[in-house]
């Protein structure tokens, strides 16, 4: 079966993600497009937590956080997940630490409409990118209750949207605080949902090293 793909793949032209122009070779963009994911450490920060990124946010990597969110496109997923680990490798020497990647969940309608947990999906593809560290997914965090769907609102409808609809859930496992926490999403705009599950974290002790996004406005 692997042959045959492989013999197919010879003749069928591949193209790329995000323009659907033709490649050349078996990349998944096109120069153009590679130029706009360009991995760069990126500095800011969300209210006192430390934020890092590793990609502009632009039309072209707008478009593969919408392939991988709303499409499961692994392809578009695993760019994401490289700028991730770019962020983490380029931070984190420290490998005698174990980090856990604590996901800020998404809406319960949305991940049901999409059938899977997209954020989760994510780390899980950014771990496997670097297997032999001490990284884990911890999916601890839990949206309840009604929640609008943020895209349409300003920055301060975002925060009363989110605000007290974030908790560690009930089953879960906190990590010891020796650990490294890092709270990790695909993109962060104006920080609600991050800030909210600051709060949520602190309100079980839990001290978090920072955030990492693959991009951010
Ligand atoms: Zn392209």
């Not at 096109?30 to 990124?53: F, I, M, N, Q, W």
Request: hydrophobic residues 45%; glycine residues 4%.
């Amino acid at each position: 079966m692997n042959s045959i793909r492989s013999l197919a793949s010879l003749f069928v032209l591949q193209s790329c993600l995000v323009c659907g122009s033709n490649l050349q070779d078996k990349s998944k963009l096109c120069a153009k497009c590679s130029l706009a994911t360009t991995l760069r450490l990126r500095r800011g920060s969300v209210g006192e937590l430390p934020h890092y990124y590793a990609l502009e946010y632009n039309a072209v990597t707008s478009k593969l956080i919408l392939l991988a969110k709303e499409d499961n496109l692994r392809q578009a997923r695993e760019i994401l997940a490289a700028a991730i680990t770019f962020a983490i490798k380029e931070l984190l020497a420290r490998e005698e630490n174990r980090i856990n990647l604590i996901p800020i969940p998404s809406r319960p309608a949305a991940t049901r409409q999409r059938g899977f947990l997209h954020t989760q999906e994510l780390g899980l593809s950014a771990t496997q990118l670097i297997p032999t560290s001490g990284i884990k997914v911890l999916p601890i965090l839990e949206i309840f209750g009604k929640v609008k769907d943020q895209s349409a609102l300003s920055a301060k409808e975002r925060y009363q949207n989110i605000h007290k609809m974030v908790r560690v859930k009930r089953s879960a496992e906190i990590p010891g605080a020796t650990e490294l926490n890092i709270l990790f999403d695909d993109l962060v705009t104006t920080g609600a949902s991050a800030l909210e599950a600051v709060r949520a974290l602190k309100a079980v002790n839990l001290p978090i090293w920072g955030l990492i996004s693959a991009c951010a406005t």
